[in-house]
């Protein structure tokens, strides 16, 4: 494959208006394909008082990744892709939000129970 590219940009702003980082490069292993990443980014206070971005690999949090191809729906459409994996990414910490939130009221309804059938 002569084509080899590798798009990245950041900030990309959710709806949340969370910052992430995104990385597209193409699968070797596989003919046109491509790996959408996404990484949450990291703040941390820089010299003189400065807010420093951090949005390189080993700085920031792997949100997740899928692998895209020629023939799927999203036919190179890299931004498609990019939205597609920060919405999935975004709905799986929600749902564990909520899954927590539950598993807490359960454990208080079973600590406030009697007993009692």
Request: glycine share 6%; proline share 2%; with cysteine.
């Amino acid at each position: 494959m002569s084509n080899l590219i590798m798009l990245k940009k950041f900030p990309v702003v959710s709806k949340t208006n969370i910052e992430y980082l995104v990385e597209i490069y193409p699968v070797r292993q596989m003919e046109k394909a491509v790996e959408v990443c996404v990484y949450k980014t990291k703040k941390r206070q820089g010299w003189f008082g400065r807010v420093k971005v951090d949005a390189t690999a080993i700085n920031v949090d792997w949100a997740g990744g899928e692998i895209y191809t020629e023939n799927g729906e999203w036919d190179y459409d890299y931004k498609a892709m990019a939205i597609n994996e920060i919405i999935k990414y975004e709905n799986s910490i929600k749902e564990k939000i909520e899954h927590e939130a539950k598993r807490k009221e359960g454990v208080k309804m079973f600590e406030e129970w009697d007993g009692k059938e």
